[in-house]
C-alpha cells in the first residue's frame, strides 16, 4: 500500500484568509480520501474523490485531483480558528490494502 | 448509532506485561484498520480486518503484536511484553464496504508503558 505526502508540512495564515495544502502519491489509484484530526483525537473524515472524478465540493472545502501528475489539492475557503488541526490525505490503490496516511499539513489559523 | 467505541481511553503497563486494546466498529460495519501514533507523527497503519479474517498486516510487527476480529464482540489488538517503545496512542477506524468506502475512527487509547 502507499501513502500520501502532504505538502507543505506546516501552514499558518489569518482568519479569512485560504488554505490550500497539497498531496502526492506515487501509484494509479482508486480513490483518495481527506481527513482532519484535531490535537489528540481521531481522524474525521472530509471528502472521498474517485480516480474518475476531478472536484468536488463539501461546505467550504474544495477537493482536486489530478491523476496525471498523481495529485490531489484541499483548499479551504474563508478559514476560522476551528479549522486549525492537521490534514491527512490517504489515496487508496484498491484490493486488500488498507488505508495508510502520511505526516499530514499541520494547519494554524491565526485569529 | 453509536460512533466507533476504543477502551480504554488510557492504558498504563509495566514494562513486560501485556496490553489488550479493544475496538467496537459502527454498527453495520464489518471492516476495521488499527494505526499507531507517535507524538506530533501521523498515523501508521498496522492492519485491516474483516470480521474474522485478517486482510492486511503489512503495517504490524512481526513479533508481540496480534490482532482479531471475531465473529462476534469487539476487535481487540494485543501487544504481548510491552516495552516503552509501545508507548503511543493506538486508532481504530471502521468502513462499511472497504477503504472504498470513508472510514470512522474512534478516539484511540493512549498506552504508556512504565
Known amino acids: 500500500s502507499q501513502q500520501g505526502e502532504e505538502d507543505p508540512q506546516a501552514l499558518s495564515i489569518q482568519e479569512g484568509e485560504n488554505a490550500t495544502m497539497n498531496c502526492s502519491y506515487k501509484?494509479?489509484?482508486?480513490?483518495l480520501q481527506w481527513y482532519r484530526q484535531n490535537s489528540g483525537r481521531g481522524l474525521v473524515h472530509l471528502i472521498l474523490i474517485r480516480s474518475n472524478e476531478r472536484e468536488k465540493h463539501s461546505g467550504r472545502l474544495r477537493v482536486t485531483l489530478d491523476t496525471s501528475k498523481k495529485s490531489s489539492s484541499l483548499l479551504i475557503t474563508a478559514s476560522r480558528a476551528a479549522d486549525t488541526a492537521s490534514y491527512f490525505c490517504?489515496?487508496?490503490?484498491?484490493?486488500?490494502?488498507?488505508?495508510?496516511f502520511g505526516k499530514g499539513t499541520h494547519l494554524i489559523i491565526q485569529p | 448509532n453509536a460512533g466507533v467505541m476504543q477502551n480504554p481511553r488510557h492504558l498504563v503497563r509495566r514494562r513486560g506485561q501485556e496490553a489488550r486494546l479493544r475496538c467496537s466498529p459502527m454498527?453495520?460495519?464489518?471492516?476495521v484498520y488499527w494505526y499507531r501514533q507517535l507524538p506530533e507523527e501521523g498515523l501508521k497503519f498496522m492492519v485491516y480486518?474483516?470480521?474474522?479474517?485478517?486482510?492486511?498486516e503489512s503495517g504490524m510487527p512481526k513479533e508481540r503484536f496480534s490482532a482479531e476480529f471475531p465473529k462476534e464482540g469487539p476487535s481487540i489488538l494485543r501487544i504481548q511484553q510491552v516495552v516503552r517503545g509501545d508507548s503511543a496512542a493506538y486508532f481504530c477506524?471502521?468502513?462499511?464496504?472497504?477503504?472504498?468506502?470513508?472510514?470512522?475512527f474512534g478516539q484511540g487509547t493512549r498506552l504508556t508503558v512504565v
Open positions: 477506524a471502521s468502513s462499511r464496504t472497504g477503504p472504498n468506502t470513508e472510514a470512522f
Open positions: 490517504a489515496p487508496w490503490e484498491g484490493g486488500a490494502d488498507g488505508l495508510t
Open positions: 501509484t494509479s489509484i482508486n480513490n
Open positions: 480486518l474483516q470480521k474474522e479474517n485478517i486482510i492486511d
Open positions: 454498527k453495520g460495519h464489518s471492516h
